[in-house]
């Protein structure tokens, strides 16, 4: 017996697309919308750092390179761990209190070995964000206000240890941790080997692993990434804790450069983090973000302070000023670019 296939009748538009007239220029505006979000940082770092090497001698020189290269490592240690916040759609604006508690922390702990210098502010910072990560995950508090509880708490307990900022403890500089903070591989400080190899091993967290999957599945849907079955509230713990962790580390490796536990820093190192965070492509919504584009954030925002101190005549202020129109030009973007892409 012979049996006939019949074919059901075809659109105008469903023969367009067969075609591929229409998805073939949906896809590539979505791929172009997709490059440029996470991208576009890379872009401008890259037309910002050519202008400035063509506009001042000092600019491209090996020692200025270095010191922007070493002071961006500690607030892209901090801004890594903002990363995985951000893309599971929080928010942790404890950091900057965490960096000065863990820099004070780890120069106390300098008289007791370099073991303790290191362990102490990890420990205390990691237990910090452990804090966070349950109230935010299991009491389902508000993260802007956990956070920022943990900020003001943070910060009391770092001038408690200095007695309100009277006491400045000293790193020795023959110490180990000083040499950790302060030496140099192949022209490179320390604390930059430290952070690229923290980003590289965060990249492989966040693509090829298990939990980078849940990061973004519980930022994509939360509801709908505890129905897959992701342990959505253990995922929000270690965010946090990784961040508090990191913000530790970073303050560490900062006390040891300065060989000092200067109680004044981490002022606002929370939002530049954010900053960063954003300005490489994170959505603040969740659910979408890049370690790498991160990283450009930071230098992004590192290159335009001292192309700002490079004119001289510019106010130091003007760095916040630019630093805003950038992440108001970036969230702007992201949106436009978000709705663009729901439309297609």
């Known amino acids: 017996m012979t049996v006939t296939k019949t074919q059901a009748p075809v659109s105008v538009d469903e023969g367009k697309r067969a075609a591929g007239a229409e998805p073939v220029g949906s896809a590539r505006s979505e791929r172009l919308s997709a490059l440029v979000q996470q991208h576009g940082a890379l872009a401008v770092l890259v ?20 010191n922007m290269a070493t002071s961006s490592a500690f607030l892209a240690i901090v801004a890594l ?3 995985f916040v951000i893309i599971t759609g929080g928010i942790d604006l404890s950091v900057g209190s965490l960096f000065a508690l863990g820099g004070v922390l780890a120069a106390w702990g300098s008289r007791h070995g370099t073991l303790v210098a290191l362990l102490l502010p990890l420990v205390v910072c990691g237990a910090v964000g452990v804090v966070n990560g349950l109230l935010v995950a299991r009491s389902r508090l508000a993260p802007f206000i956990v956070t920022l509880a943990a900020m003001l708490g943070a910060r009391g307990l770092m001038l408690a240890i200095t007695d309100e900022g009277a ?7 023959g110490s180990f941790l000083a040499e950790l903070g302060q030496g140099t591989t192949l022209g490179l400080g320390n604390p930059v080997w430290i952070m690229l190899a923290l980003f590289v091993a965060g990249a492989v967290v966040l693509r090829r692993t298990r939990f980078g999957q849940h990061v973004y599945a519980v930022g994509g849907n939360e509801d709908a990434a505890a129905l897959m079955g992701a342990p959505v509230a253990r995922t929000k713990i270690l965010v946090y804790t990784l961040s508090g962790v990191l913000a530790g580390l970073a303050g560490a490796l900062n006390a040891a450069w300065l060989a000092s536990g200067v109680t004044i820093l981490g002022n606002g190192m929370e939002l530049e983090a954010i900053s960063a965070v954003v300005i490489g492509g994170t959505l603040l919504t ?9 990283l450009v954030g930071v230098l992004l925002l590192k290159v335009i302070q ?8 510019l106010d130091s202020s003007y760095q916040q000023v630019v630093s805003g129109a950038f992440l108001a030009v970036v969230v702007v973007a992201q ?3 978000g709705r663009r892409r729901q439309l297609m």
């Open 286 to 294: 969740g659910g979408l973000g890049y370690v790498s584009g991160s």
């Open 47 to 66: 037309i910002v750092s050519l202008v400035a090497t063509f506009s001042f001698d000092s600019f491209a020189t090996g020692d200025n390179v270095s």
């Open 167 to 173: 006491n400045t403890y000293l790193i020795g500089k």
């Open 306 to 313: 001292n192309v700002i101190n490079q004119i001289g005549s």
């Open 81 to 83: 761990g903002m990363t």
């Open 335 to 337: 949106t436009w670019l």
